[in-house]
């Protein structure tokens, strides 16, 4: 059973305009997420993370929204620039972190000039 | 600072060998988890160490173990190697505890023929 669901395998956006990245859960105990980035043969590199505590955390042009009712978080980049080209991975921590990360599936963000 | 060191990179095995996987974390870094990737089932926590003890341990059989030294350098072990073993290995290198940033390696690519 997934816990952490990114339900678009890939997304298409032109360069310049707003990359907007879903990501839902089903655990009620995740109380930490965070977005990674990964590139071909490199492990995920960090981007942003978000307590449950609050709703918006902003670093730049990433933004990730959280909505605890339910159950979704996104992340938001602006503009979108070739550079972003790459699997977006979305994590859950729960019970600070005893059970490690639990990863979505990941999503192909393909930015066209 | 030098990031998240894995040997080797790259690593072809046959079905019952047993294989070794070598992580060297981010200097000061205490906590060191390991995930797999695989295409079908995504990035899966196996298990993380902190100051030399098994912390936590995601859901995989035995036959995947591992420790941590004094220096908090890393190994993770897959005994009786299967055809379903074949991966990418990642390592993340965290500060302290709990959700304290992770930061990955490049991986190994592990075959098993």
């Known amino acids: 059973d997934q816990q952490v669901k990114q339900n678009s395998p890939s997304l298409s956006v032109q360069e310049g305009r707003i990359s907007i990245l879903n990501c839902d859960y089903t655990?009620?105990?995740?109380?930490?997420f965070l977005w990674y980035k990964k590139y071909p043969a490199e492990g995920p590199t960090f981007l942003i993370s978000i307590s449950s505590i609050k709703d918006k955390n902003e670093d730049g042009r990433f933004t990730v929204f959280l909505n605890k009712s339910a159950k979704h978080l996104s992340l938001h980049i602006v503009p979108s620039q070739p550079g972003d080209s790459a699997v977006y991975f979305c994590?859950?921590?729960?019970?600070?972190?005893?059970?490690?990360?639990?990863f979505g599936k990941g999503t192909h963000l393909i930015i066209q000039p | 600072k030098a990031g998240v060191t894995q040997t080797p990179r790259y690593l072809i095995k046959t079905r019952g060998q047993q294989v070794t996987l070598s992580c060297s974390p981010i200097?000061?870094?205490?906590?060191v988890s390991w995930y797999q990737q695989t295409p079908g089932q995504g990035l899966q926590f196996l298990f993380e160490?902190?100051?030399?003890?098994?912390?936590n341990k995601g859901n995989f059989p035995g036959r995947f173990s591992g420790r941590q030294f004094s220096n908090s350098r890393s190994e993770m072990n897959v005994s009786t190697l299967e055809l379903g073993d074949s991966a990418l290995y990642l390592c993340a290198s965290i500060r302290d505890r709990g959700t304290d940033t992770q930061y990955f390696g490049p991986g190994t690519r592990l075959t098993v023929l």
């Open positions: 160490y902190f100051s030399e003890t098994q912390r």
């Open positions: 200097s000061g870094h205490r906590s």
């Open positions: 994590a859950a921590l729960s019970g600070g972190g005893a059970d490690g990360l639990t």
């Open positions: 655990n009620s105990m995740f109380d930490y």
